[in-house]
């Protein structure tokens, strides 16, 4: 059927509320490989983003596709109430990684989705802390089911579906290039951090009990690198100091590594970067490299065990479902054999310092520049190096998308992903497998394309 008439047909009966239509129409991919896409007309698309940041692995991965394959071939289904020894593999190597990591025993169930997962981890902290209130950050997002949207912070998610749980309290997070306060990182002394210890100071300030010694609030929902909210890296200092505060208070911490678990910010979970312990960690996206919704929870054994968690508490047709866990396994086994966090580090500070050179041409408009690994961002503002510039980061997408960029005699395009509070920052989250070569190339499109959309 030619591009034409699938358009109509989409127009007429594809329902546009699953999809985020970044840009108008959206544009249509038919194959890839590797770092790229390819449009029906066989351009090739460099891609910074791997398909929401799954394909951490590469697009068509050898390896893992032909894990897929023999999945198939062997034990494609099975009903969540037997057992099949991938999904016994693979909770044991998480959970006895962060046994190792955290120095806590603990659990791990399945889901399908980072939104479902998020859920499960709710249901976790309702059972143990018998508490329906959560905190959660700004700018913070765990997806776009009811409950998930409760704790994500945009009132967008919300305003059309009413609320169905309890909203989560949402406190600043530490965004230090565009400081909630106003205030500059190094003269702050964590005000953010304080004005969040003052809320427990009398139980007249809402939040806690004096008499009883008990918050209201259950859990802290977190992200240890903010994903949607633009690949915003916080400085670890907060971190330390938070913790102490939740723990004094009996609040669970809920690390929500969706998007950053496995690797993307050169550590197996991206909350090793800040030296906290949590309680429930949600994981999914790279877990299978894109290739099957796998998602899923670890929990500490004290809020996991099933004389607390009993069967049934959560439950889905394809969770742990044999495809995913068999993706899952290779994915863990191939994390095994390499040194991922060399590789990713090494790649992510090559990549972030030729991004840091090309923001000397533009260095009020690439307003920061940044990255733990291979979570990059790029904020662009407006000539005074601040106002978020959501315009132009748009018209660099759009441009991006065109794929007339001349290389070698022949057209490409560039895949970037706009996120960020202000709709002005590219979160770049490139395949682990990307080579110096790509890296350069990503470098001078985005050059380019900056020429061509600069004013
Ligand atoms: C941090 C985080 N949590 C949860 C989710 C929701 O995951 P899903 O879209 O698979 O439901 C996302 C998705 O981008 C995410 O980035």
């Known amino acids: 059927m030619s591009e034409e008439d699938l358009r109509k047909l989409e127009a007429e009966y594809c329902s546009w509320g699953d999809a985020v239509h970044s840009a108008e129409p959206p544009k249509m991919f038919e194959s890839c490989e590797g770092c790229f896409l390819y449009d029906p007309q066989g351009t090739p698309f460099l891609d910074l983003q791997m398909a929401s940041a799954t394909a951490s692995f590469g697009y068509r991965n050898r390896r893992l596709n032909q894990t897929l394959k023999e999945q198939l071939d062997r034990l494609p289904q099975l ?9 016994i593999e693979v909770s044991a190597r998480i959970a006895q990684l962060c046994e190792n990591i955290f120095h806590k025993k603990g659990r791990v169930q399945f889901n399908v989705g980072g939104a479902v997962a998020v859920e499960d981890a709710i249901k976790l902290v309702r059972n143990y802390t018998h508490k329906n209130a959560g905190f959660a950050f700004m700018g913070g997002y765990h997806g776009r089911t009811l409950a998930a949207t409760a704790i994500t912070s945009s009132y967008r998610y919300r305003r059309r579906y009413g609320h169905f749980g309890d909203r989560a309290h949402f406190i600043p997070y530490p965004y230090c290039f565009r400081c909630f306060y106003g205030l500059k990182r190094e003269d702050c002394g964590l005000y953010c951090l304080k004005q969040f210890e003052k809320i ?12 009883a010694g008990e918050c209201e609030f259950g859990a802290f929902y977190m992200e240890p690198v903010q994903g949607t909210g633009g690949y915003v890296i916080p400085p670890k200092e907060y971190f330390v100091g938070f913790k102490k505060i939740l723990a004094e208070r009996k609040i669970l911490l809920v690390d929500d590594e969706v998007q950053m678990g496995f690797f993307r910010t050169g550590k197996f979970w991206a909350i090793q970067h800040l030296d906290v312990v949590p309680d429930i960690i949600v994981f999914g996206k790279a877990l299978t490299n894109g290739l099957n919704p796998l998602s899923g929870v670890w929990a500490t054994e004290e809020i996991m065990n099933p004389k607390i968690f009993p069967p049934g508490s959560t439950h889905s047709t394809y969770a742990a479902n044999p495809q995913g866990t068999a993706l899952a396994l290779e994915v863990l086994r191939l994390l095994d054999e390499q040194d991922y966090e060399k590789k990713v580090t090494e790649k992510g500070q090559y990549f972030l310092a030729q991004l840091k050179e090309l923001q000397k041409k533009y260095p009020k408009i690439m307003g920061d520049v940044d990255g733990l690994g ?22 660099v997408c759009q441009e991006g998308l065109r794929g007339d960029l001349k290389k070698n005699g022949k057209d490409h395009g560039v895949i970037l992903n706009i996120g960020g509070y202000f709709k002005n920052v590219f979160s770049l989250s490139p395949s682990f497998e990307i080579t110096k070569e790509e890296i350069d190339l990503a470098v001078e499109f985005f050059d380019r394309l900056m020429q061509r959309c600069v004013k």
């Open 79 to 87: 009903g969540s109430h037997y057992l099949h020894s991938e999904k």
């Open 200 to 211: 427990f100071d009398t139980e007249y300030y809402s939040f806690w009990d004096s008499k």
């Open 374 to 395: 291979l979570a990059l961002r790029i904020e662009l503002c407006k000539e005074d190096g601040i106002t978020p510039n959501p315009e132009l980061t748009l018209r």
